[in-house]
């Protein structure tokens, strides 16, 4: 498939939706979305819609991966990460949920290093499967329950979640860098979920709840 044009169209459309951020939109043109879905579906790839890749999980919509990506960018101008130089490129993240490795393969154009931490066996391999060929030496896939996050890569400058529970797991608190950013949707009320942000900063963490949005519920254990 010939996508340039179909990415440069959708990448417009996430401008227009209010992504300013050029290094996202950038990342969200350089990244070919189509090898990430199934072949069945591969016409609808860069429309602006989630999509499903097996095993009761979907792609998230290109809107609101740019939209995440955007706000976890937006930490390092507000309060650089401890250790950091100014206008550095942010630093280790933590993904929770690779999914079909989507969101990792965008994140890898925008951040250091990347550990992505994936549930499920089925889509942890189909993930492998589909980064193979972007080569991204700075992309790590882990097999694991993700609610526990990953304590040997911590701290991390950014976590971002694909998965919305009640509660935010304190795992990922305790992981997240003085200055770090999280960034995941989290059930606010009557079953709604709400994209939140954590920062953590010198004097503790400090939470904002943005708009509504819709994942697949945050679940433990692997399977």
């Known amino acids: 498939m010939e996508s340039s044009a179909v990415r440069n169209r959708m990448v417009q459309k996430l401008a227009a939706g209010g992504i300013t951020d050029a290094h996202v939109l950038a990342a969200m043109g350089a990244i070919e979305r189509h090898r990430f879905v199934d072949s069945a579906l591969i016409n609808q ?9 097996g095993l009761a999980q979907t792609i998230s919509k290109p809107n609101v991966v740019a939209r995440m990506a955007e706000l976890l960018l937006a930490a390092q101008a507000l309060q650089p990460v401890e ?47 589909n980064l193979r060929p972007f080569r991204l030496a700075n992309v790590h896939l ?31 608190c305790d992981q997240l ?42 679940k433990s254990g692997i399977a």
């Open 142 to 172: 882990l097999f694991g329950d993700g609610m526990v996050g990953y304590a040997k890569g911590a701290p991390y400058a950014g976590i971002i979640a694909a998965a919305g529970g009640e509660a935010v797991p304190q795992a990922w």
């Open 45 to 53: 790839a860069y429309e602006d819609t989630s999509l499903p890749i």
């Open 83 to 129: 250790g950091a130089a100014p206008g550095a490129r942010l630093g280790r993240v933590l993904e929770i949920g690779t999914g079909c490795g989507y969101q990792a393969a965008v994140l890898s154009l925008l951040v250091r290093e990347v550990y992505s931490i994936e549930r499920l066996r089925g889509l942890h391999d189909k993930a492998r499967d």
């Open 177 to 218: 860098a003085v200055g770090g950013r999280l960034v995941a949707p989290l059930v606010t009320g009557a079953g709604q979920q709400s994209l939140i942000v954590i920062d953590r900063t010198p004097h503790g963490l400090k939470q904002n709840v943005l708009e509504a949005v819709h994942f697949v519920p945050l």
